[in-house]
């Protein structure tokens, strides 16, 4: 699995990273959130709180973006998108 993501403002990307996760026999949802914990990481941004909105996004479009609302602190870009790859 590989995802992508990139952090947005002002509708111009800011900073983007990927990461991936080959493990053969683990979960999707599990290779998903250490991807999404890897991404974050390297973005140097916290892990946001995933809602049942962005579970549907991400089924439907094999994408999912995040706003003030789905972060605790305080936030420097408008949105941060993740993008399923592979």
Do not use: Y
């Not at 983007?16 to 140097?44: P, W, Y």
């Not at 946001?48 to 420097?76: C, G, Q, V």
């Amino acid at each position: 699995m590989k995802l992508s993501g990139k952090l947005i403002r002002d509708g111009k990307i800011i900073s983007s990273a990927m990461a991936e996760k080959n493990e053969t026999g683990i979960a999707f949802r599990d290779a998903l959130e250490d991807c999404l914990i890897q991404v974050c990481r390297m973005l140097d941004i916290q892990v946001p709180i995933w809602l049942k909105d962005n579970t549907r996004e991400f089924a439907a479009l094999r994408k999912t973006r995040f706003t003030r609302e789905h972060f605790i602190e305080d936030i420097k870009f408008d949105k941060f998108e993740i993008q399923l790859i592979e």
